[in-house]
C-alpha cells in the first residue's frame, strides 16, 4: 500500500465549479501537508502549506486537513481555465520535515 | 532572477554509461533535493542535502549518487544507468526547513532522461 494515495483523474469541470481534490495516507506521524500545482513540461510549484489539522484558505483556494480520517483536501472555488494543471498533495512528518512524500496526482481541466 | 537550473534538458543515453546531471541554484539555500517523476507514481525523492557535505537518501536512492561540495550545486551521478532509470527528474531546493515550518521549495525546469 503507498503512503499517500491520489486519485489520478483527469477530472474535467466547467468553468466556474467548485472543485474538490483529496489525498489519504497511512502514516499517522504526517505533520506537514502540501499541495503543489504542475503545469505541463514545469516543475511543481507551492500552492498551499498547513502545519497539523484545520483549514487554511488563500484566496479562491481552502486546504483541509483531517487527521482523524487521514485525509486532506483542497477546493478551488470559482474555477478558471487557468486552474487546469496536475494537483500534487504531498505531506512530511516531525521528524523529517525535508524528507517529502506526493501523491502520483490529479489531472484537472477546466472547460470554458 | 531566482531560479533552479538543470541541465541537460534532454538526454538520450545507453545502458551503463555514465551520465551527470547538473543542479544550480542562485537563492542561498541551504535545503536541496533530487526527484524522479514517473506515471502513476508521482514524484519520488531520491536524495536530499541539508547542507554543504551533508546529504541523506530519500525513498529511491538506488542507482544514484549525489555530492554538495558547494551550496548553490546538487549534481545527480547515474554512474551505470538502466533503462528503469528513464524518467522525468527534478531538482528543488528551498531554504531548511524547520520542525513547525515548511519552507517554499523551487523546482528546475525538469530533466526527461531515456536510457536505451
Known amino acids: 500500500q503507498k503512503e499517500v494515495e491520489q486519485d489520478p483523474g483527469p477530472l474535467s469541470v466547467p468553468e466556474g465549479a467548485i472543485v474538490s481534490l483529496n489525498c489519504t495516507y497511512s502514516?499517522?506521524?504526517?505533520?506537514?501537508f502540501m499541495w503543489y500545482r504542475q503545469y505541463s513540461r514545469k516543475g511543481p510549484e507551492l500552492l498551499m502549506y498547513?502545519?497539523?489539522?484545520g483549514n487554511k484558505e488563500d484566496g479562491r483556494f481552502t486546504a483541509q486537513v483531517d487527521k482523524s480520517s487521514k485525509y486532506i483536501s483542497l477546493f478551488i472555488r470559482d474555477s478558471q481555465p487557468s486552474d487546469s494543471a496536475t494537483y500534487l498533495c504531498a505531506m512530511s512528518d516531525r521528524y523529517s520535515a525535508s524528507k517529502i512524500i506526493f501523491g502520483s496526482g490529479t489531472r484537472l481541466s477546466i472547460r470554458p | 532572477e531566482a531560479q533552479v537550473t538543470q541541465n541537460p534538458r534532454y538526454l538520450i543515453t545507453v545502458t551503463g554509461k555514465k551520465l551527470t546531471v547538473t543542479c544550480s541554484q542562485n537563492m542561498n539555500h541551504e535545503y536541496m533535493s533530487w526527484y524522479r517523476q514517473d506515471p502513476g507514481l508521482g514524484l519520488r525523492q531520491i536524495y536530499y542535502s541539508m547542507n554543504v557535505e551533508v546529504t541523506d537518501k530519500g525513498d529511491v536512492p538506488e542507482g544514484y549518487k549525489v555530492s554538495r561540495k558547494e551550496k548553490r550545486n546538487f549534481p545527480l551521478i547515474l554512474e551505470s544507468p538502466s533503462p528503469n532509470q528513464t524518467s522525468l527528474y527534478f531538482c528543488?531546493?528551498?531554504?531548511?526547513?524547520?520542525?513547525?515550518?515548511?519552507?517554499?521549495?523551487?523546482f528546475g525546469p525538469g530533466t526527461r532522461l531515456l536510457v536505451l
Open positions: 498547513t502545519y497539523s489539522s
Open positions: 528543488a531546493s528551498s531554504f531548511l526547513p524547520l520542525p513547525g515550518s515548511q519552507e517554499t521549495q523551487y
Open positions: 502514516n499517522s506521524a504526517f505533520q506537514y
